[in-house]
Antibody, heavy 123, light 106 residues
Framework: QVELQESGPGLVKPSGTLSLTCAVSGGPISTNNWWSWVRQPPGKGLEWIGE???????NYSPSLKSRVTISVDKSKNQFSLKLNSVTAADTAVYYCARVFIMGTVDYYYYMDVWGKGTTVTVS | DIQMTQSPSSLYASVGDRVTITCRASQNIYTYFNWYQQKPGKAPELLIY???SLQSGVPSRFSGSGSGTDFTLTISSLQPEDFATYYC?????????FGQGTKVEI
């Protein structure tokens, strides 16, 4: 059973860089899945940030692309998020999630495993 | 980006009620569509994938239907543990996008 655990500073200064890591346990990160970051500002809905494949390929949200880097460390079985030039608007609970790929001809994608989330405050 | 619009934003219901939540995509997404449940202070959990497939461990009172642009989540008989916020999400193309959520309240 794959489990995900986020870690990182809970407080980041404005204009600084938010850095989080998601540790993957119960299975290798080098499987046919994407590994995503999703955030949720206080009292608001879910926002997808981006994702990484074990090869290092990435996809990012266009609204955050200029500030985001997501990378994978296969030796540590983890992936990471860096968001720079943060403001108060980046205050949120940050989740990591596995994007499961189903199918062999048509590919279906869904987030089937989530971490518990970590709260990051920019102040 | 594909926009996902849920309705209603919130609803009040009682235990035993049949509840229906709808989600509309801004373009045809076939059945590349998923539903999640989120309880306060917890991470979202996958309920339904590919529009109508029930995730393992999810009670059979939950069902999903639809294709193209219009989708529905139905809870046949609302239970106390079902009071939560429900999100739809398109899995057709990145950036993955979610609906704004539907809060089911007592």
């Amino acid at each position: 059973q794959v489990e995900l655990q986020e870690s990182g500073p809970g407080l980041v200064k404005p204009s600084g860089t938010l850095s989080l890591t998601c540790a993957v346990s119960g299975g290798p990160i080098s499987t046919n899945n994407w590994w995503s970051w999703v955030r949720q500002p206080p009292g608001k809905g879910l926002e997808w940030i981006g994702e990484v494949y074990h090869s290092g390929s990435t996809n990012y949200s266009p609204s955050l692309k200029s500030r985001v880097t997501i990378s994978v460390d296969k030796s540590k079985n983890q992936f990471s998020l860096k968001l720079n030039s943060v403001t108060a608007a980046d205050t949120a609970v940050y989740y990591c999630a596995r994007v499961f790929i189903m199918g062999t001809v048509d590919y279906y994608y869904y987030m089937d495993v989530w971490g518990k989330g970590t709260t990051v405050t920019v102040s | 980006d594909i926009q996902m619009t849920q309705s209603p934003s919130s609803l009040y219901a009682s235990v035993g009620d049949r509840v229906t939540i709808t989600c509309r995509a801004s373009q045809n997404i076939y059945t590349y569509f998923n539903w999640y449940q989120q309880k306060p202070g917890k991470a979202p959990e996958l309920l339904i994938y590919t529009a109508s497939s029930l995730q393992s461990g999810v009670p059979s009172r939950f069902s999903g239907s639809g294709s193209g642009t219009d989708f529905t989540l139905t809870i046949s008989s609302l239970q106390p543990e079902d009071f939560a916020t429900y999100y739809c999400q398109q899995g057709y193309s990145t950036p993955w996008t979610f609906g704004q959520g539907t809060k089911v309240e007592i």
